[in-house]
């Protein structure tokens, strides 16, 4: 089955770095999304992309859909310490009734 | 707008026992999953519904594990008779149509005992 490789598995960084974390797949996806999720709570959407080549901000996060359509990468600028929390993207398939693939997720601590 | 409604949040059973959880989707998304989410992994899919009828289970283990959403809005998803390996958190999402965003509730963790 379909399977996703996001990376890094954590990251620690200094408050006001700027992060970068990426997903690649061997299939295509039609769409891209990045969930962040909260100890204790549900994912939460971030941002998504639906054209090969698409480049969408939402605030300090930025993501890109790969030309490919089998990778995708989100940066988040000026880190904060609110950011901290677990990343996960996410892929999906129209000919799969909208089923998302998700990949391991990426652990971001940031140090004030 | 409301999200989406799960319950109960936390639940503590033995092994061999029942139990069930409840969600509530966003009003009006006509598409619903439910998530299984092992500690340290990316949510995996257990069943998807369109109003009332389900689009995929091949990930459900059909022997122990069972859903419904009858009336095309709530759901339920139950799981008889639990394993250890069933502790984890289980997520209810929906969306407007099938194959667009979905939004997810805060999940409901099980440890089974």
């Known amino acids: 089955g379909q399977q996703l490789n996001q990376s890094p598995q954590s990251m620690f960084i200094q408050e006001g770095e700027d992060v970068s974390m990426n997903c690649t797949s061997s299939?295509?996806?039609?769409?891209w999304l990045w969930y962040k999720q909260d100890p204790g709570e549900g994912p939460v959407l971030l941002i998504a992309?639906?054209?090969?080549?698409e480049l969408t901000s939402n605030g300090r996060l930025t993501a890109q859909f790969g030309i490919t359509r089998k990778d995708s990468f989100l940066n988040i600028s000026a880190s904060i310490p609110s950011d901290v929390g677990i990343y996960f993207c996410?892929?999906?398939?129209?000919?799969?009734?909208?089923?998302?693939?998700f990949g391991q997720g990426t652990e971001l601590s940031v140090k004030p | 707008e409301a999200g989406v409604a799960q319950s109960p949040r936390y639940k503590i059973i033995e092994k061999r026992q029942s139990v069930a959880f409840w969600c509530n989707p966003i009003s009006g998304h006509a598409t619903l999953y439910w998530y299984q989410q092992i500690l340290g992994q990316g949510p995996k899919l257990l069943i998807q519904?369109?109003?009332?009828?389900?689009?995929?289970d091949s990930q459900l283990p059909k022997d122990r594990f069972s859903a419904e959403r009858l009336k095309g809005v709530d759901s339920t998803l139950k799981i008889q008779p639990a394993k250890l390996e069933d502790s984890a958190v289980y997520l209810c999402a929906s969306s407007n149509f099938m194959n667009t965003e979905a939004f997810f509730g805060q999940g409901t963790r099980l440890t089974v005992v």
């Open positions: 519904f369109q109003n009332n009828g389900v689009v995929d």
């Open positions: 299939s295509i996806f039609n769409t």
């Open positions: 992309l639906y054209k090969a080549g």
């Open positions: 996410a892929g999906q398939l129209r000919n799969q009734g909208g089923k998302l693939i």
